[in-house]
């Protein structure tokens, strides 16, 4: 079971925290990562971590603005996002996978959260 929070509405140039809580089961050993999808959109990539916290992969359109973060003993993983841009707008989902090596495909992962909405004015 995954739960994210910390959406919100900001403005251009904020900054937010997302946080996606997990349960033993679908968090440890897995790799992580951030998904968004934009009304009319599909759902896109932005963010892994690798079940050890050593690897991390960024999509590039919010590479240098966004870091990706797990604490495996509280069974958490983040996402810091800087410099917050009206195209950044969607709902956030968090994911994990099992599968070896980090993964950007959306059907690479078996575990999605609710999502959480994230709004940027301009």
């Known amino acids: 079971q995954l739960v994210e929070s910390g959406g919100g509405l900001v403005q251009t140039g904020d900054s937010l925290t997302l946080s996606c809580a997990a349960s033993a089961r679908t968090f440890e050993g897995y790799n992580m990562a951030w998904f968004r999808q934009a009304p009319g959109n599909e759902r896109e990539f932005v963010a892994t971590i690798s079940w050890n916290g050593r690897t991390t992969e960024y999509a590039d359109s919010v590479k240098g603005r966004f870091a990706i973060t797990r604490d495996n003993a509280k069974l958490m993983m983040w996402l810091q996002m800087n410099s917050l841009k009206p195209e950044d707008s969607a709902v956030y989902y968090c994911?994990?996978?099992?599968?070896?090596?980090?993964?950007?495909?959306?059907?690479?992962?078996?575990?999605w959260g609710q999502g959480t909405q994230v709004t940027v004015s301009s």
């Open positions: 994911a994990g996978t099992r599968q070896y090596g980090t993964t950007s495909s959306v059907g690479d992962y078996e575990y």
